[in-house]
């Protein structure tokens, strides 16, 4: 089992809509956990933190985390075709140093 | 955006030299890191840097080395380059946190090619 999981997609949502993209990962003492869009050909940008159970808002985007069921997901509502790029995950996990795993992405596609 | 700038931003070499990359901040983050990013592998680190002269390995460490001398410059090298290692490479940095983590912010990568 991979320690970060992503459907790869492609995930096709009409402009307007509301884009749902999950993330599961494996180790129970996982603390953070980010959010990157990454454009192709691009770096990857930060665009959520989430650290406690429960919602958090940022203009268009929520991120929602579960640490029971070991869930973070990404909710992008009123879905532009600017929007459309891959969208990695990311768990930050206690160790000796900073350790963040990285999902392989879900790729987003808006439809105009 | 954060003050990160790799170099160079593109080089095609031949199977068996040396090649260094050159991730330069401006930010005075503690936290330095390499990674690569291969089609579907995700994001996977080289090695990381916690301070000067302060190095470890990351999960796909073999045939690479890094050296820290300043705080603002973190340098991979690939010691003999091989077809394998030819991948886009990532530089991201981050502060040190209490309690919480702080976020990594990427560089704009280097596209390597080893023919």
């Known amino acids: 089992q991979k320690e970060v999981e992503q459907n790869s997609g492609p995930l096709s949502v009409p402009e307007g809509a509301i884009a749902s993209l999950n993330c599961t990962y494996s180790d129970r003492v996982s603390q953070s956990f980010f959010w990157y869009r990454q454009y192709s050909g691009k770096s990857p940008e930060l665009i959520m933190s989430?650290?406690?159970?429960g919602d958090k808002e940022d203009g268009r985007f929520t991120a929602q985390l579960n640490k029971a069921s070991q869930y973070v997901s990404l909710l992008i509502r009123d879905s532009q075709p600017s929007d459309s790029a891959t969208y990695l995950c990311a768990v930050f996990q206690f160790g000796g140093y900073q350790k963040v795993t990285f999902g392989t992405g879900t790729k987003l596609q808006v439809i105009p | 955006d954060a003050g990160i700038t790799q170099s160079p931003r593109h080089k095609v070499t031949e199977t068996g030299t040396p090649v260094t990359l050159r991730c330069h901040q401006t930010e005075n983050h503690r936290y330095m890191y390499w990674y690569r990013q291969d089609p579907g592998h995700g994001l996977r680190l080289i090695h990381y840097s916690y301070g000067v002269k302060d190095t470890d390995k990351g999960e796909v460490s073999d045939g690479y080395s890094v050296s820290r001398s300043k705080t603002e410059d973190f340098l991979l090298t690939l010691e003999s380059a091989t077809s394998s290692q030819t991948s886009v490479y990532f530089c991201a940095i981050s502060e040190s946190g209490v309690g919480l983590v702080e976020p990594q912010h990427f560089g704009d990568g280097t596209r390597l090619s080893i023919l």
């Open positions: 989430i650290y406690s159970n």
